[in-house]
């Protein structure tokens, strides 16, 4: 059985939709990147970020991959948003499993995330502008590249994974 791995923005739900949908089944595990690159380093996202940079983030990130991939039980991944920008890591998702776009809108995300300090990517001057941005930026990617795509404005995280599950699961 073939990994899922939802994609999309910070913000878009991704991890708690992802544990909801391991809950609906079973037979897949809930993981997501972020705290298995935490758990790896002993460090946080942004203690990451902020001593060794974003190349190295995503080398993390790369390596969380490869054990999904290798790994002999299906999972459901929550990714981090800016997996899509590595191609041999979209690749390798895409070889190994189904993509869902978990597709929120600007106004929505800037809501969810515009407090948090555990987002580094958005710790600069401007940071809705850097994340206004960062959005037109990866949203013709995620549409691209997502096998599905499933609208989550308004949606709670079951009501996501239970969509998820009624489209996909049949």
Do not use: C
């Not at 079973?26 to 997501?32: E, M, Q």
């Amino acid at each position: 059985m073939k990994n899922i791995y939802l994609i999309g923005m910070m913000g878009s739900g991704k991890t708690s939709t992802a544990r909801e949908l391991a809950k609906l089944h079973r037979n897949f595990s809930a993981v997501d990147f972020d705290e298995l690159i935490q758990k790896e380093t002993g460090k946080t996202i942004s203690q990451i970020f902020k001593e060794h940079g974003q190349d190295a983030f995503r080398e993390f990130e790369g390596k969380v991959l490869d054990k999904v991939v290798e790994s002999s039980s299906p999972v459901i991944a929550s990714t981090g948003g800016g997996i899509v920008i590595t191609p041999r890591y979209v690749e390798l998702m895409q070889s190994h499993g189904t993509l869902i776009y978990l597709k929120t809108s600007f106004p929505v995300l800037w809501e969810r995330v515009k407090h948090s300090k555990a987002r580094p990517l958005l710790q600069t001057d401007s940071p809705e502008e850097t994340f206004l941005s960062i959005f037109k930026d990866r949203t013709p990617i995620y549409e691209t590249i997502a096998n599905y795509i499933v609208e989550t404005d308004g949606k709670t995280p079951a009501e996501v994974a239970k969509e998820i599950s009624e489209r996909f699961f049949k």
